[in-house]
């Protein structure tokens, strides 16, 4: 049974963390956070920051014991469940040792089992191999956002090299594969496990506006296709098994085409984004409490079939090419379930995924509704920032 009021650092100050946080206190307890920028979202809100690089992990292991906290929430960055995982040594439930972090979170070993255990993935290629073949992707071991990825349709030997180059500087640890190009649409496949079962799980539509290799705007499906549903229950809990995965969440993200999918990556830390909020806005389910769970000795819960259903779309407002923020003008009518501003009027946006204006939860009244709001957005139609 858990104690009220039990003492948690949540390591992370980032926006996408706060339904995490204010799922933490809504249960009682007293919660601390930990993170370099004091100008981030739980940085500024939370009375209980500490300035604190946690990407120091002794730094961080020290004020962990100096002030004897009962758990350990890491938070939506792969940095903080991995300095998490480094550690914990056993003394917080729910955190993956590293070892099984690493094969997770860097690509080339997860490559590896997925290879192993059956799952489905792209290729991954020799440089050699790569010279022969049609369309290629590189991108570093360990790097997220797009940052050092690059597709080369042909390839000559000269540009394998240089894009290869680039995406080892893009990661931390130098490392970089090249993999067969796959096309489809991309998914996310978000899952709760409890003893090695999927209890909950949810499919998102991922898409890309102003950067090819940063998600930007997203949306729940209640019709995905039962077959591959099942099919990717079935690989969680392959992979869990493998890996004997601890409870919580495992999230993965896949690309498919026709009858076929092909699994990116998956990471064991909450989404980045507040993804949270589009599963708790579209489905009622309590998405960040359950993350949190696991990691203060609880578990997900299973979602409530009598739960209404919203038709949300996700969408982080960017700018491809960079431009100055006057504010939002819409070529439509919406509907804004919320609204979470990350710059304020007057600020130059940069361009891509690095000059984010804000996150909108937009909310449709009907499919035809929402189809024509997803895809004004994906046309870049909907609004402008002048």
Known sequence: MLNKMSKILLVDTNRAAYPIYQALLAAG??????????????????????????SNAETLAAFVDENEF??????????????????????????????????INTKSEFRAVAEKIGLPVPRVLTLEEAGAAESVIIKPVDSFSGRGMSVLQNPAAGQLEEAFKAACKASKTGGAIIEEFVTGQLYSHSAFIRNGEVVADF???EDSVA????????????????????????DVRRLATSLQLLDG??????????????????????????????????????????YAAPFIGGAACSPDPDAVRE????????????????????????????FVPLVTSGEQLGAGPYGRAGVFFFRASSTTDEEMLYQKLLAGELYSFS
């Not at 307890?29 to 604190?52: F, I, M, R, S």
């Not at 960055?77 to 690493?102: H, M, Q, W």
């Not at 930007?216 to 995905?224: H, N, P």
Request: proline share 6%.
């Open 29 to 54: 307890h007293d919660v601390w956070v930990v993170g370099g920028k004091p100008t981030e979202t739980l940085a500024k809100l939370a009375p209980n920051y500490v300035q604190l690089d946690y």
């Open 70 to 103: 009962d758990y350990l929430v890491p938070g939506c960055t792969d940095l903080s469940y991995e300095v998490c995982a480094k550690i914990n040594k056993g003394r917080f439930p729910g955190i993956e040792n590293p070892a099984t972090t690493s094969a």
């Open 203 to 205: 499919i998102v539509q």
């Open 211 to 234: 950067s090819p290799f940063a998600v930007d705007t997203s949306r729940v499906l209640f019709d995905f296709p039962a077959g591959m549903l099942e099919s990717l229950r079935s």
């Open 249 to 290: 969440l495992v999230h993965t993200q896949f690309i498919a085409k026709n009858d076929r999918y092909w699994i990116i990556e998956v990471t064991r830390r909450c989404p980045g984004d507040i993804y949270s909020l589009l599963i708790e806005f579209s489905t009622g389910y309590p998405y960040a409490a359950s």
């Open 311 to 338: 038709r949300i779309i996700r969408h982080t407002a960017s700018s491809k090419m960079g431009e100055s923020l006057w504010g939002f003008s819409f070529s439509a009518p919406v509907d804004i379930r919320l």
